[in-house]
T-cell receptor, first 116, second 110 residues
């Protein structure tokens, strides 16, 4: 299994509070991703990173920000959590995001976030 | 934009073959993947196929790709209760983005 951990694994918070989720990898992969998983929607990309301090938006980035100050860590922040952000959040990594290779993504175990 | 579709549920009897289907819109997709998600876990890559292939076999798994119809399928032979999971089709588009389908929940009846 790829060395990806997420913390916390479960969190319950209240509307309006800030929340930060952490993804940590030991594979030295360049690309890191944050997805949310909701029933009937599959996985939707929130943000991704293609290097230290290099990030870009995915399809559902509103209300989320990210930071990557080290290769191994990718943080997802909900500045002011809302009930619509209740979801399971997955981090993924890949060696390369482009250029004709397989771009296989390896996933972390997920964080279940509940916003009351 | 690009889209990947799958039926949401499939139920089969233990020992039968399972066929999970996927359709996609980007005809220039390069790689197509099948991921498996067991309860409470992240996704794990099962197999992938390059767009210039029609078929790939890996033990009990057979992937068929029909590029003309933009249709991908995953066949699991001799399905076991341990195969019960959610199966995601994913496609690497011509823009180097990976798009995931909604997942098919496979239930295996003993």
């Amino acid at each position: 299994d790829a060395g990806i951990t997420q913390s916390p694994r479960h969190k319950v918070t209240e509307t309006g509070t800030p929340v930060t989720l952490r993804c940590h990898q030991t594979e030295n992969h360049r690309y890191m991703y944050w997805y949310r998983q909701d029933p009937g929607h599959g996985l939707r990309l929130i943000h991704y990173s293609y290097g230290v301090k290099d990030t870009d938006k995915g399809e559902v980035s509103d209300g989320y920000s990210v930071s990557r100050s080290k290769t191994e860590d990718f943080l997802l922040t909900l500045e002011s959590a809302t009930s619509s952000q209740t979801s399971v959040y997955f981090c993924a990594i890949s060696e390369s995001g482009a250029g004709g290779n397989t771009d296989t993504q390896y996933f972390g175990p997920g964080t279940r976030l509940t916003v009351l | 934009g690009e889209d990947v579709e799958q039926s949401l549920f499939l139920s089969v009897r233990e020992g039968d073959s399972s066929v999970i289907n996927c359709t996609y819109t980007d005809s220039s997709s390069t790689y197509l993947y099948w991921y498996k998600q067991e309860p409470g876990a992240g996704l794990q890559l099962l197999t992938y196929i390059f767009s210039n292939m029609d078929m790939k076999q890996d033990q009990r798994l057979t992937v068929l790709l029909n590029k003309k119809d933009k249709h991908l399928s995953l066949r699991i032979a001799d399905t076991q209760t341990g195969d019960s999971a959610i199966y995601f089709c994913a496609v690497k588009t011509s823009y180097d983005k990976v798009i995931f389908g909604p997942g098919t929940s496979l239930s295996v009846i003993p």
